[in-house]
């Protein structure tokens, strides 16, 4: 269906318009949305502020009593100097102690004891939900120690009601594997997001806000979620749109109105400037178009007019033209010769060459691997027609190994060879081949072709030489792995994605197990290949994201996106499994097969580090721990402490 000019200025008018205004309202809204969502997590933090400030005064008061009662002693100290239950420990009673802690926390502040001595629970009295303990390490008459004593005076939910009562806002406190208390029902028997909302059972929107997790009883972690009424959020974000809506709506009718004022006023100037066209187009030069007025289609029709003048004139110099055509053509090809883009520039020469000889359609074809088949990499035109024509000149350069052109039943094909190295190991490595129809190719066109072909060879070879050095440039040579370089490269740049996207960075970092043995005891050609077999497990336990590297010596390491502490202590047990089960046979092809562990550090971002230093540095440091420990085996790095 054809539409009037009219017709598709309007839409042109309409389109320049309604696009861009799309586009700002889409972002305009957004920003609105982002906007007040900011303002309510920048509340929600600032009441998770107040919450971590209510946790450490609840803890200092299983620390010490403010009242300033002489006889009213620290809970904790008071515990941990009872003269009946430190004697009753000392014995090994441990039901008497027991009696004696339930005596103590039984009608007083003391809400729970825990005493926990070289990993093991002494005595636990009290309720499960006690949270902010103070812990006091409990010594003999020598100073050993038989135990370590936490003492809190808090409850979860009585602390979630006085945050309640003193900060206003709700707060959902779990741990690991269970709620302790929620002061909105319903809400917390799953673990929350780190960062949304979740919805209560009444149907409210609730923003979570990132949680503080401490230290609870007997090691265990407890986080602490402040909730936050979206509400009022949902309402100022709506009344902003409409807003924002109701002014974009009324640019858009402005921009309609003066849209069809415009068209009309055209269409009525374009119609002056079609009939002289038309007749100019029949050949009559001597018809004039109307130049009234001084805008931009007067000066449109006083071209019009020079044009009738200079018709005859510009026929003598098209020839000329073209000269200058190939001339250009030949510093373009000059100039690609330097090139680094295999893509790009071979696009850039299939359409030049396609142009300079003035071809239908054309294609270049690559060998990507070894010996493998020609595939295509490149073309131009259309080639439909002239497919046979176009593989019929491939095979003879194929075949010959030269420049070949082909002329079968009205169609005419030049081929060229794109070959590398020098003449002792000449390979063709790849074919241009352009074609057409009607018209055999001139002398210069195959010589301005053949140039082409020869400057698009040069620059493949460039292309490979370029990135073979940028390869060996970030490989080790012996490993095949990543080089020190790259792996810093590498952990830096996902240490800065983690921090941009809030994601987990692991890190493993290996050490061969006395593998100064192995060179000095079976040569550095045994020790070079176990380090090459150390490698190959590494690759092959890794995923594509991963990046193993050798950090230096026989210490290697594997960087590990998106992956948190667990995990990369699950990879790097299968890789110390894998490796101590390997049997590498001698190089000199006689003796026993060479066995070797290896002992392993595992960091990760955000648990155990901060930046790239610490993740390096905590990694490492846990594989001297692992090797203290009496080796082929891995540690975690320890957790990062928190700023109270």
């Known amino acids: ?61 299983a620390s010490f009593f403010p009242q300033g009662e002489a ?16 004697a009753a420990l000392q014995a090994g009673d441990v039901e008497q102690a027991t009696e004696r802690a339930e005596e103590l926390a039984a009608g007083g502040p003391i809400t ?69 208390a929620s002061s909105v029902e319903g809400v917390g028997e799953a673990p929350l997001p780190v960062l949304g909302t979740v919805e209560s059972p009444e149907g409210d929107a609730l923003r979570v806000a990132p949680p503080f997790e401490v230290p609870g009883f007997g ?15 949902s309402g100022a974000v709506t009344r902003s749109r409409l807003l924002a809506g109701g002014i974009l709506l009324g640019f858009f009718v402005l921009a309609f109105v003066f849209a069809l004022a415009v068209s009309r006023q055209l269409q009525q100037q374009i119609a002056g400037l079609l009939d002289a066209a038309r007749r100019l187009g029949a050949g009559d030069f001597s018809a004039k178009v109307p130049t009234e007025g001084r805008d931009e289609f007067a000066a449109l029709g006083e071209e019009f007019n020079k044009m009738s003048d200079q018709l005859s004139a510009r026929l003598a110099e098209l020839a000329r033209e073209r000269e200058r055509v190939q001339t250009s053509v030949r510093r373009l090809g000059e100039a690609v010769g330097s090139n680094l883009d295999r893509d790009a520039l071979l696009r ?3 359409t030049t060459a396609l142009e300079g000889v003035d071809a239908q359609a054309g294609r270049v074809t690559i060998r990507p691997i ?11 035109g259309n080639l439909r027609g002239l497919e046979a024509v176009l593989r019929e000149g491939e095979a003879r350069v194929l075949r010959s190994g030269a420049f070949a052109e082909v002329d079968e039943g009205g169609l005419s094909a030049l081929a060229h060879p794109l070959v590398e ?38 620059s493949i070879e460039n292309v490979d030489l370029h990135e073979t050095a940028a390869h060996e440039s970030v490989t080790d040579e012996l490993t095949g792995l990543s080089n020190y370089r790259r792996f810093y490269e590498a952990v830096e740049l996902e240490v800065e994605r983690s921090r941009r996207f809030g994601g987990r960075l692991g890190l493993v970092m290996l050490d061969l197990d006395d593998f100064k043995m192995v060179n000095d005891t079976r040569g550095h050609l045994q020790g070079d290949e176990v380090l090459r077999e150390i490698a190959r497990v590494l690759r092959e336990s890794s995923r594509e994201i991963d990046e193993p590297a050798r950090y230096g010596g026989e210490e290697l390491a594997v960087v590990l996106p998106g992956t948190d502490l667990d995990g990369a202590f699950r990879l790097a047990e299968r890789m110390r499994e894998q490796i101590e089960a390997l049997e590498i046979e001698p190089v000199e092809g006689a003796g026993r097969p060479v066995r070797v562990t290896a002992s392993f550090g595992v960091a990760s971002l955000p648990e155990t580090a901060d930046d790239e230093q610490a993740l390096v540095a905590g990694a490492d440091a846990a594989l001297y ?20």
Do not use: W
């Not at 400030?53 to 803890?59: E, V």
């Not at 390979?427 to 241009?432: C, E, M, Q, T």
């Not at 055999?440 to 698009?456: C, I, M, T």
């Open 370 to 380: 070894g010996e493998g088949p020609m595939e295509e990499s490149a073309r131009a």
């Open 348 to 350: 850039l020469v299939v």
């Open 71 to 86: 006889d009213v002693g620290p809970p904790v100290e008071e515990v941990g100097t009872d003269a009946e239950l430190v």
């Open 625 to 644: 721990r692992a090797k203290r420990a009496g080796k082929n085996r891995t540690t975690r790095a320890i957790a990062r402490a928190r700023t109270q």
């Open 219 to 233: 090691g265990e972690r407890v986080s602490f979620s402040v909730l936050a009424d979206i509400d009022q959020v």
């Open 421 to 458: 190295g020098d003449e002792e190991h000449r390979r063709v490595n790849g074919v241009l081949c352009v074609a057409r129809a009607g018209q055999p190719f001139s002398d210069p066109d195959r010589e301005l072709f053949q140039y082409l072909a020869g400057q698009a060879a040069v």
């Open 112 to 180: 729970r004891i825990l005493l926990v001595d070289e990993g093991e629970v002494v005595l636990d009295v009290g309720p499960d939900d006690a949270v902010a303990p103070a812990t006091r390490e409990l010594q003999g008459p020598g100073g050993e120690s038989f135990g370590r004593l936490q003492v809190s005076v808090t409850r979860a939910a009585g602390f979630a009601r006085r945050v309640g009562r003193l900060a206003g806002t709700d707060l959902v406190v779990r741990t690991d594997d269970r709620l302790l």
């Open 1 to 61: 269906m054809e539409v009037s000019f009219r017709n598709r200025l309007s839409l042109f008018f309409l389109l320049i318009v309604l696009v861009p205004m799309v586009s700002v309202a889409v972002v305009l809204f957004r920003l609105i949305s982002d906007n007040e969502t900011g303002k309510a997590d920048e509340a929600v933090a600032a009441r998770t502020e107040v919450v971590f400030n209510l946790y450490r005064q609840a803890r200092a008061d």
